[in-house]
Structure formats: C-alpha cells, structure tokens
C-alpha cells in the first residue's frame, strides 16, 4: 500500500513538473515579448522625456534670444532717437535753452531785456570815458553776449542742482516699487514731494500722462528740459523694462548707484585739477597784475598803451593772445565723466 501510494505520488509530481515545463515552453515567448514591450516602452517614455527637456532647453534658448534680439532693437532704436535728440541737448536753439533755464519767459520778452542791458552797458562805458570805436564792441557784448552767458549760467546751475537730488529721487522710487506701488504712484510722490527742479522735471511727467502719453515716451523726453545724460539714463532704463520686462527695482537700483558713483569720479576729478585751475588762474591774471603795479609805480611808462593807437592795437593783440590761452586751458582742465 505504501509502495502504491508512492508510486501514485512520484507520478503526480513527475505529471505536475511536466505540466509547468509545457506550460512554461508555451508562455516563455509571451513573456519575453512582454518584457521587451515593457522595455520598449521604458525606452520610449525616457526619449519622450529627453524630447520635452530639449524641447524645452531650446524654447528657453529661443525665448532668450528673442528677448535679446528685441533688447537690442529697441537700443538701436533708442541709439537713433538719442543721436537725433543730442543736436538739440547739446547745441540747442536759445528758446530751448531759456526753457532748460527754467526761465519762463517768451523770445520777445528775452530780446527786449537783452536790448535794454546793451544800452545800459553802453551808457556806462560811454560815462567812463571808452573811445567810441570800442562802444560798438560793448553795445555787442551787452545786447547778445551777456544776456546768453546769464541764460547759460542759469542752465548749468540748474542741471547741477538736478544731479544733486536726482539719485535720491531713484531711490524713493525703488522703495516705492519695492513696497508694492506701481511706477506711476512713484513718480507722482517725486513730483509732489522732491525739491526743484526734480519736482518740476517729474510734474512734465505726470502732466504728459495726463494728456494721453506713456510713462516711457514722457521720460524719454526729460533731455529736452534737462539737458544731462543722466537724465538720458533714466529714459533709456523706463523705455527697456516697458518692452523687454524685468526687475525694475533692480534697474533702477542699479542706475542710482551708477549716478552716485559718476557724481564721485566727478568731484575726484575736480579735486585732481584744482591744481592745474589754481595755475591757470595765476597765470591768466598775472599780466593785470603787472600791469597795474607798473602803472601804480611808473605811470607815465604804460599810458602810451591806453592812449595811443598803437598801444591800443598791441592791448588787442594781446587780449587776443590771452583769450586763446585761456580757451586752451580751460579745454584742458575739462573733463567728461
């Protein structure tokens, strides 16, 4: 019984084996063909993978060039305008500069000022005894140079006053943007809070916004009325962030601490001259000064200059002489920073 009983058992295992050896044979292909499907599949998922990261790589490189592309264009385009602007920053006609000026006054108003400081000059230099020929000299001096030198006076006096508040007026509109408020709310708070002329250069602002135009072409043209270039600056930074996008905190962070660095270099360079102004001084009065002293000493010596013709023609060639001095000093003691 125990002998059947494991003859039984022996041919079930044996049947058993031999069912899963067949069954095995016949699902091996199957099995295999799922694993390289499976396989298959991996791979095709890990190149679809590899196809959106370069996909995306090179939308990024393209998203990259184009902004590029477009930063460049609206330089070129600024660097067109800006040319076009600078024949009137830099040699303006004399309407623009009284208005640079900040003098409100009309061209008519002007001439006749100009008019009446001509013919009170004349009439002191005819109570103090000028020779006549040298009136004519004064009447022009009086009517169309002094009137001029007193406008650019203003002007300069006016751009420096500007530069000296200017990088504090970025610096409240960085906070401004930095705590939330739009730009408009910045330039409206300069134009309401900052001392001149920052506080009129910025209410143009706010006035042309008023009237339909945007903040970028409005700060594109603050160079007409404030003729610095960083005012120019300040216009190119506005008109690149509106196209391109970007931080605008960061820019004009950025541009505030480049103004603050040029005011230094400035006054760096100012304090490096000042030693060769102390000479040009010395020597562009030294002749005045030897003059008087010998008229104070000898006077009979140096009248002949004064009285003569021929004194009178070297004083002019001299003055001549001296005047062209001056200008080649003064070129070289000035420096664009």
């Known amino acids: 019984m125990f002998g059947i009983d494991t003859t039984v058992l022996a041919f079930v295992l044996l049947a058993g084996c031999s069912a899963g050896a067949v069954a095995y ?25 590899d196809r959106n990261v370069v996909k995306a790589s090179r939308d990024r490189v ?11 264009d609206s330089l ?22 009284i208005r640079q ?7 008519e108003r002007f001439y006749i000022y100009s008019g009446i400081c001509g013919l009170v000059l004349t009439l002191i230099a005819f109570v103090l005894g000028v020779p006549l020929y040298a009136l004519l000299g004064v009447t022009l001096a009086g009517t169309l140079g002094l009137p001029r030198w007193f406008v650019s006076f203003r002007r300069g006096r006016r751009v420096k006053a500007f530069l000296k508040e200017f990088p504090n007026a970025l610096d409240v509109i960085v906070r401004a943007v930095k705590s939330g408020l ?24 706010v006035d042309s916004q008023q009237l339909g135009i945007s903040i970028p072409e409005a700060v594109m043209r603050m ?5 610095c270039p960083e005012a120019g ?27 603050r660095d040029r005011k230094k270099m400035k006054a760096k360079v100012q304090a490096l001259s000042m030693e060769a102004k ?11 000064v030897v003059a008087f002293m010998v008229y104070l000493s000898s006077p009979n010596y140096i009248m002949p200059l004064f009285v003569t013709h021929t004194g009178n023609l070297i004083l002019g060639i001299a003055g001549l002489w001296m005047s062209i001095g001056i200008f080649v000093m003064r070129k070289m003691m000035n420096f664009e920073v």
């Open 182 to 205: 739009p730009l408009n709310d910045g330039i409206r708070l300069i134009a309401n809070e900052s001392p001149e002329p920052v506080k009129t250069e910025f209410r143009r602002i």
């Open 101 to 107: 000026a900040g003098m409100d006054i009309s061209m």
């Open 278 to 288: 102390a000479s040009a001084v010395i020597i562009g009065a030294l002749p005045f």
């Open 62 to 72: 393209a998203e990259a060039a184009k902004r590029r592309k477009s930063v460049q």
């Open 223 to 227: 160079p007409e009325t404030m003729p």
């Open 76 to 97: 070129k385009d600024l660097e067109e305008k800006q040319k076009v602007k600078n024949v009137n920053v830099k040699k303006p006609p004399l309407k623009i500069q």
């Open 233 to 259: 600056f300040f216009g190119i930074v506005i008109q690149i962030q509106s196209q391109a996008g970007g931080n605008l905190s960061e820019a004009l962070g950025n541009l505030s601490r480049v103004l």
């Open 25 to 49: 044979a016949l699902l091996f292909t199957r099995i295999a063909n799922e694993n390289q499907t499976g396989k298959r599949l991996q791979n095709i998922k890990a190149a679809e993978t």
